[in-house]
């Protein structure tokens, strides 16, 4: 940031700027992908208009949904488990936050730089299991510990097909830092020509299919939606949850949605980065120049609107999936393809 | 302070920055909220009739053989992660190290496959 503003921050001025921002990186696309993608988009898939009457084209719904909530009385049953149940959003939204830590969003502009960044990313994500399992337990109530379960038995089969995908652009970037995986993209080059860079999807659209998959079934979107199959088990393990501890399940739910998405803009479509051609003839210094923290934001956001388009395309388009489906498809499916996808990369790479 | 912890403090941050955002919206909520407690109210729901049987029931967990198995391949990707990192330096070496590795691991979930652990019970 020091390059933007050519003055250096002490630690506790960059940090609460960052908690700011990470605040606005959090909340803001997700609250934006949920009227575009949720209200408006899934409308008119399905020939009616949606919100019409908050604002212009219903773009205030959003905020009156959340002065909805916050009016409804906040219920706890006598029969749950009281703390464990009050904790639940907690560490659903604190796996939410930790995830957008690793995001980077310009050569400068990011939260935290570490040489691990993609292995903590997978290792938060998978806090919010925790959660959830904290939820439809506490909750005492028969259809939340079957959402519970079925969440926790969906997340672990699909957090393997998930780590295994990245593992296929970290043989191609050779590093873990998610800088370095940006870095590595715009510098590629696609036989010998590196006017676009070389984004992975080009290479890893094996990888980039695990990955979108498996995403689909972190966030229990349908066609993997049984955990919350409101059909069948009312609304899974929120059914006791009113009010606004609802809502945050619900914030944390699309926020983790658009992360993710965020995640896959840097592993598979360059990140921050724009074809590098055309940011040699922008700048001299091409994709150093410190423009690109405030241009690389907006790159990663349309990039981001893009991979959640296709979640929520794919979320309205198809049926759930049976139980045992969801299980056969991870163990028997994605996994074996992304070992193969793993060892012929490595091949590949080692023999060019 | 060093750098390296420096920034893991900023994890702990983010994550208390979590708990102040549920904190916040939950307290501020509160301010508006109606608050009228009756015994019904406070009962599980059950499809709206009278919820039957103990609410701590017990409950069969199919897959925790997936779990099992979660966790063995699990520990397996995070020794893929160093290798895939360092592949470069490895060259031939280290691709036939990690083919074989591969192949142990696939043959395992072959074998879970074949022992229809993966079939569901």
Redesign the interface.
Known sequence: MSAVFAVEFAFWQSTIFKLLLAFVAVLIPAGGTVYMYLFKMVSFMQSRLGPMEAGPYGSMQLLAEVGKWAQKEDIVPTNADRRVFVAAPYVVLISTFLLVLVVPFGPDAMFVNFDTGIFFALGVSSVSVIGILMAGWASASKYSLIGGLRAAGQLIAYELPLVLAVVGVVVQAGTLNMQGIVRAQIDGEIFGFGGLGNPYFFTQFIGLFIFLVAVQAELAQSPFDMPIAESELVSGYMTEYSGFRFLLFFIGEFATANIFAFLAATLFLGGWGIPPFIADLMFEAGHDHWAFNLIGPAVMLTKMLLITFVIYWVRFTYPRFREDQLQTFAWKFLIPLALVNIAVTGVLKVVF | MSDFL??YL??L???L???G???G??G???L??????T?A???????GVDPTGS???Q?Q???YI??L??VM??VE?VF??PW?????AF??F??IE??IF?FI??LG?AYA?RKGV???V
Do not use: C, H, Q
């Open positions: 420096r920034e900023l994890v941050l983010f994550g920055l979590a708990v955002v549920v904190g919206f939950v501020l909520a509160s508006l909220r109606p608050d009228r407690p015994p109210k406070l009962e599980n729901y059950e499809s609410v701590w029931s409950s967990i199919r897959y997936f779990a198995l979660f391949f699990d990707a893929i992660f895939a990192t360092r592949l470069e060259g031939f280290g691709l990690m083919v591969i691991l696939a979930l496959w993966l079939r569901w």
